[in-house]
């Protein structure tokens, strides 16, 4: 049955495929980085006054969760933190290959846990000129790494947001996928990941290195020279490359394949979840520790992360202090994290794990256990997330418009009149836990769904897939029971001048 491919949808499509698409909306969002990063170091210090407090917090955080529930991954394809790598690729050396004991996601597990951390620690969401200074490190890394490494090295590695749009596209409806297997088969150039070269170079590269493993050979790792269109920088082979993990949505093989043979189709959000082939880029992702802690510390963060702004989280906290004898909110911040963000997911998933085992008819390691269920729990951490941010988005919407006016203000455009600072929420109050529970209740149902299909693939008969099954259920239900009491609690409204 041939997907519905949005590359051939009237508009879309021709949209999606012009090849100056991606530099288009990254040269957009790079322009209002730089608004931001302006208005941080040099704007007012209220955060719900500055587009740095509220943009990249309120804004920002709520269009990538909404994007990623309808379309896919478009923050990665719209990044402008690309447009200063492609500069460090033409200028730098970048033929270094990122080191061997490091290709994997643990250094990009142990930057999330400090990007959560320091989100917290420094109050980065009320303080503009932290911001600016976040996105400005963010900036010159991105440059550094990939000015020095080949590849999409510093993407695919260390990027703590592309690691939460990897694992959380998963869910998404549409991927970046070969339309025909068969013209594949037969496709003597494999320009969709080795790059097209001008046939001079081409001809030369073809004698040489057709033999090698496409896997191995991305256009970047043939070298620039000749190079008429790269092809994928995160080693994913189309004919071989199975979902959305690793993939930025960069479109460059669909540029790239010589035959037309490269859509955006939709398909079912529980799919990639559920698949076990071994896929070009990722390997078999549930077969994977390092997959399986980067879904699990992204799904559990989704709670400590909403848990650390409501009220009795302060007040606990506070106790903590008082107890502990020591006056520092830093001292218990840091172990909060540490316990929520490691120690919990740790003690938590050993626990489910070892009933699943027990319950199951598979005499396995917890090694394989845990990597095989991991990926059924994204849609519940996906759902908490989008929960999460959709109501500070919610919430605080329409603050942009006064920020916007003060802006134009400072620099002497007074056309739009003086800042109404009371404009603030999209939505009456009444809808907001409605809205958030519905959320919550889907990405539960998905995550029973894939949970079920994990089971039922893995066991021999439906009877052990069921018992084997039961205890992710569990956990489950209990994250989205949580989850529901957690938003009914007084939480702060960052970003609005209610959080004043
Ligand atoms: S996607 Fe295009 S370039 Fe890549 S193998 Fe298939 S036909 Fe060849
Ligand atoms: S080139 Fe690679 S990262 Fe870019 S869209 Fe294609 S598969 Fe995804």
């Known amino acids: 049955m041939s997907r519905i491919d949005l590359l051939r949808v009237p508009l879309l499509g021709p949209f999606l495929g012009w090849r100056h698409t991606r530099t288009l909306l990254q040269a957009l969002c790079l322009g209002l980085a730089v608004l931001i990063i302006l208005d941080g170091l040099f704007g007012p210090q209220l955060a719900p006054r500055n587009l740095a407090g509220t943009l990249p917090w309120v804004h920002w955080r709520g269009f990538v969760v909404l994007a990623l529930l309808i379309a896919g991954n478009l923050f990665c394809m719209a990044c402008p933190f690309m447009l200063p790598r492609r500069l460090a690729k033409r200028f730098g050396p970048a033929r270094w290959s990122w080191p061997a004991p490091l290709r994997s996601k643990w250094v990009a597990v142990a930057a999330l846990i400090l990007f959560f951390w320091a989100y917290e620690a420094f109050a980065l969401w009320s303080s503009p000129w932290l911001t600016a200074w976040v996105a400005l490190s963010y900036f010159a890394l991105a440059f550094v790494i990939d000015g020095f490494f080949k590849g999409a090295s510093f993407c695919r590695h260390l990027c703590p947001i592309g690691q939460f749009h990897f694992v959380n596209s998963m869910v998404s409806p549409t991927e970046v996928a070969v339309r025909d297997p068969d013209v594949c088969a037969s496709c003597e150039t494999l320009d969709c990941i080795r790059g097209r070269y001008d046939p001079e170079t081409a001809a030369a590269h073809r004698s040489k290195q057709l033999a090698r493993p496409p896997d191995a050979a991305s256009g970047r790792a043939l070298g620039l020279e000749g190079l008429v269109q790269g092809g994928c920088e995160l080693a994913l082979f189309q004919p071989r490359k199975g979902g959305n993990a690793d993939c930025t949505f960069c479109l460059e093989c669909i540029h790239a394949c010589p035959h037309d043979n490269v859509g955006i189709v939709l398909r079912s959000p529980v799919q990639e979840l559920i698949a076990d082939e071994k896929r070009s880029g990722t390997g078999r992702i549930p077969r994977r520790l390092d997959w399986a802690a980067l879904i699990l510390l992204l799904t559990f963060a989704a709670w400590v992360n909403a848990l650390g702004m409501t009220e009795?989280?302060?007040?606990?906290?506070?106790?903590?202090?008082?107890?502990?004898?020591?006056?520092?909110?830093?001292?218990?911040?840091?172990?909060?994290?540490?316990?929520?963000?490691?120690?919990?997911?740790?003690?938590?998933?050993?626990?489910?794990?070892?009933?699943?085992?027990?319950?199951?008819?598979?005499?396995?390691?917890?090694?394989?256990?845990?990597?095989?269920?991991?990926?059924?729990?994204?849609?519940?951490?996906?759902?908490?997330?989008?929960?999460?941010?959709?109501?500070?988005?919610?919430?605080?919407?329409?603050?942009?418009?006064?920020v916007v006016q003060e802006y134009l203000r400072d620099l002497g455009i007074a056309a739009t009149g003086p800042p109404r600072w009371g404009a603030g929420a999209l939505v009456p109050e009444s809808w907001l836990l409605p809205i958030e529970i519905v959320i919550l209740q889907g990405g539960l149902l998905l995550t029973l769904v894939a949970g079920h299909r994990i089971a039922s693939r893995r066991e021999p008969d439906r009877r052990s897939a069921g018992r084997a099954f039961l205890p992710w259920a569990v956990l489950a239900t209990l994250l989205t029971g949580a989850g529901i009491w957690l938003l009914t609690q007084p939480m702060e409204m960052r970003g609005t001048f209610e959080a004043l």
């Open 312 to 402: 009795p989280v302060f007040r606990l906290q506070a106790w903590i202090a008082s107890w502990a004898g020591t006056g520092s909110r830093q001292f218990v911040l840091a172990l909060y994290f540490v316990f929520g963000l490691i120690g919990l997911p740790f003690l938590v998933t050993l626990l489910t794990a070892s009933a699943s085992r027990a319950l199951s008819s598979l005499h396995e390691p917890l090694t394989r256990t845990i990597p095989a269920y991991a990926p059924a729990l994204v849609p519940v951490g996906f759902a908490m997330w989008t929960a999460h941010y959709l109501f500070h988005f919610l919430v605080g919407g329409l603050t942009i418009v006064p």
